[in-house]
């Protein structure tokens, strides 16, 4: 079964200017890089709430399928699409599907960053909800 969103996997040419890049966004630096910080392969950031892993992987070793059509789409929550859209566009990322409302107070959109990877946005109530109950929880 399903557990959880453990780690979002993406693929650049240039890992450390992916790198860079996802730092500038994100306001934090990658925790893991391998084989090492001046000719990483594979970097990986812990994102949001929950600590969700995202990775990004040298092309060279990527599968046949990373980041082609028909891979897996996945969406980040964020809190404001519009602001999130501008900032990654201003950053460099070009729209790849437009912002769309959906019934239940659900909101999508994507952009492609610079290294032609989908990166998914969402404004899901649902992970409000459940991040609400899991806070209750916690003290």
């Known amino acids: 079964m399903l557990r959880g969103l453990a780690t979002v996997g993406y693929v650049a040419d240039d890992v450390p200017a992916a790198?860079?890049?996802y730092a500038d966004f994100l306001g934090i630096e990658p925790y893991f890089l391998r084989p090492d910080a001046e000719n990483p392969a594979y970097v990986e950031f812990r994102v949001g709430d929950y600590e969700h892993?995202?990775?990004i992987l040298d092309?060279?070793?990527?599968?046949a399928a990373a980041g082609q059509p028909g891979s897996?789409?996945?969406?980040?929550?964020?809190?404001?699409?519009?602001?999130?859209?501008?900032?990654l566009?201003?950053?460099?990322a070009t729209a790849?599907?437009?912002?769309t409302v959906m019934e239940g107070g659900f909101v999508s959109a994507s952009v492609l960053d610079p290294f032609g990877n989908v990166l998914g946005l969402t404004y899901n109530p649902h992970?409000?909800?459940?991040?609400?109950r899991d806070t209750k929880h916690v003290s």
Not at 59 to 63: E, H
Not at 81 to 87: H, K, Q
Request: aromatic share 10%.
């Open 127 to 132: 992970y409000l909800d459940v991040l609400a």
């Open 89 to 92: 566009i201003a950053m460099g």
């Open 96 to 99: 790849h599907e437009p912002k």
């Open 72 to 87: 897996a789409a996945v969406a980040w929550h964020v809190d404001d699409i519009d602001a999130a859209l501008e900032r």
């Open 19 to 21: 790198a860079k890049w």
């Open 59 to 63: 092309r060279r070793y990527a599968t």
């Open 53 to 55: 892993e995202l990775g």
